[in-house]
């Protein structure tokens, strides 16, 4: 199938019922097959037919022996992250990455450039291949993307609105001629025609899967990964061109029925005449342009200052302009108002803002906390953490790996 999100067909790679064991080896240190069988529940003999079959997968290795406590020492086993490579990608409104990486999200080579997402989905995806075919071929060629001698599929983040069912943009709008566009059937056809995967069969079936996602649900996944595994609920606020939010509850990142959950940058903020009231005028705005970094961009060209993007409005603040350190500041008071609301609705544990505005640092962030912990229920705020990414600048890249990883490793 070329559904983005879609139940796809992953080449059989976890033998039926070994996803458990699988599960077990991946969240932990090598275990011995009597270990698996008391964390499982499952009968001794079972799991020696499930490790059996993971071990000829090629997903699962020894991995040396246990204490022996009388008798011949049991033997552990662990997971190998080594047994495919998947192919991380992501897309910004200015700027494009590209990663292959194992499967526990660990990079093995990547490339980044400079590119406008406006130029359409024809350039920036013949980069995206090219950039793929390269680090394949660094890697040392089809032998080195894992066991399989191919990819064992690949992630794609997006700057816009994504339809989680077919992976195609929804008028997204800083992407023009996007609209609509298959894009795993596009990402797949060019990994096909560089020899990255193979060609669907007589029937039309492959087995590459290509998710593409919002690039806000990445990395919310991958900072939730790398830096707050333990927090069952983090709400992941972006603020560059845009303003969107990634939302992990319950430690699964939930994009909602049609996969625009998340979407803050079309919040609604009313302005002074108090807009939605019994005969007031409409004349409140989005938090988009309101507070992310092209709206603050805009006011400080307004007050004769060079600023086009975020990083224009960055490198101001960190020059010490007075101008540009209030309004980033009030930047994030705005922002604050709309996420005291998801404080109080969704009650998660941390709440981190990231995107190219926040490397403005303490002053958005300190707008934000002033307005959220005057605004939310004591109760939700009473261990709620408000910070900045800690995955740094591959955090969407890392989740983009991983959400491919989970899709082939356990597609439950």
Known sequence: MTAGGAPQDAGALVPPGAAPVLRLLRSGPPRTRSEIAAETGLA????????????????????????????RP????????????????????????????DLAGRALGSRSRALSIADGP??????????????????????????????????????????????????????PGWDGVDVPGE?????????????????????????????????ALGEHASSWPAEEDLLFVKVATGVGAGVVSGGRLQRGAQGSAGDLGAVHVAGPGGAGAPGAPDDGTTLEALASGTAVAARLRAQGRAAR??????????????????????????????????????????LVVGGSLALAGEDLLAGVREVVYRRSTPLATRHLTIATPRAGADGALLGAALVVAQHLLDPA
């Open 309 to 350: 993007t975020s990083r224009d409005v960055v490198a101001l603040v960190r020059a010490g302009d007075p101008l540009a350190l209030d309004l980033v500041r009030q930047a994030g008071r705005d922002l604050g108002e709309v996420l005291s609301t998801c404080v109080n609705l969704l009650n998660p544990g941390a």
């Open 122 to 175: 024809g350039p920036v995806l013949d980069w995206v291949a090219e950039a793929a075919a390269e680090l394949v071929a660094e890697l040392g060629g089809g032998s080195a993307a894992g066991s399989s001698g191919v990819l064992g599929g690949a992630g794609v983040g997006l700057p816009g609105p994504v339809e989680h069912a077919t992976g195609r943009p929804v008028r997204p709008p800083i992407m």
């Open 187 to 219: 990402v797949r056809a060019r990994l096909v025609a560089r020899g990255l995967a193979p060609p669907a069969d007589d029937l039309g079936r492959d087995d590459l899967p290509v998710l593409v996602d919002n690039d806000v649900n990445l990395l």
């Open 74 to 101: 049991p033997a552990r086993v662990e997971f190998r992250p080594d047994a495919r490579v998947v192919l991380a990608v992501d897309l910004g409104a200015a700027h494009g990455s590209v990663a292959v990486a």
């Open 44 to 71: 001794r003999s079972t799991v020696q037919a499930r490790v059996d079959q993971l071990v000829a997968a090629g997903l699962v290795a020894p991995a040396g022996e246990a204490p022996s406590t009388g008798g």
